[in-house]
């Protein structure tokens, strides 16, 4: 049985076996350099699903400074208020301004509410720190997602083009200060299956995940 039949079979569903719902959604969480976005992008590719990019959102607002911002998602572009800004949201300013925007709890709750609204019907695949615990706490599927340091590093450094020590140095320090919202960035979502892709290829992660469904 596959996903697209709305029966989910795969040993990360709650409901294994029982679920016969409409829609499903897999969440995705885990640490900087887990590879979060890669894989949750490919996966909803490989399922024909929507791709929520969280971040994105954080970005979007932050760029056009306001949270009320409206958002959305068409053929792979990031719109905010009717603009394309998918490539203007990847500045280092940007970074910056959303990590900002993402940390006020009260701008934070009116992005989540924008994401809650986003995923509230249609099959999802939903991406970001909070995917498992703040957007879909109910979510079908948690996955979280996890590397060793040392592969996290490496992947981010031939990423960014940057020596692998000073990129495992600052990945401690945004590992140990993403611990604000109330859980720490290596603890998985109750619920949540750990996938570890440390020496594994992107197509192997991809149906490690896709195994979870159906
Ligand atoms: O994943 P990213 O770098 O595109 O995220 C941009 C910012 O938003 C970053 O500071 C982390 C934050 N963020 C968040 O707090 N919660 C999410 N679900 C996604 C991103």
Redesign the pocket.
């Known amino acids: 049985m596959v996903a697209n039949e709305r029966v989910a079979t795969g040993d990360g569903c709650q409901n294994r076996g029982v679920y016969r719902g409409e829609r499903m959604r897999i969440a995705i969480d885990g640490p900087a350099g887990a590879g979060k976005s890669t894989v949750a992008r490919a996966v909803a590719d490989a399922l024909g699903w929507e791709y929520l990019d969280?971040?994105?959102m954080?970005?979007a607002a932050a760029l056009k400074g306001s949270e009320h911002t409206d958002i959305r998602f068409e053929r792979g572009r990031v719109l905010a208020d009717g603009d394309d800004v998918t490539d203007a949201i990847r500045t280092p300013e940007v970074?910056a301004a959303?990590?900002e925007l993402?940390g006020d709890p009260e701008k934070r709750s009116v992005i989540v509410a924008a994401q809650r609204a986003l995923v509230s019907s249609g099959d999802w695949v939903i991406e970001?720190?909070?995917?498992a615990t703040g957007?879909a706490p109910d979510a079908e599927v948690k996955v979280f997602l996890t590397a060793t340091p040392q592969e996290r590093a490496r992947r981010r450094a031939a990423q960014e083009d940057r020596p692998v020590e000073e990129v495992e140095r600052e990945q401690a320090e945004r590992d140990a200060a993403d611990n604000t919202l109330g859980r720490s960035v290596l603890t998985p979502a109750e619920g949540a299956v750990e996938v570890d892709t440390t020496g594994l290829t992107l197509d192997e992660v991809v149906a490690k995940v896709k195994a979870l469904v159906a």
């Open positions: 969280s971040g994105a954080y970005r970074t959303a990590s993402a970001g720190r909070d995917a957007i």
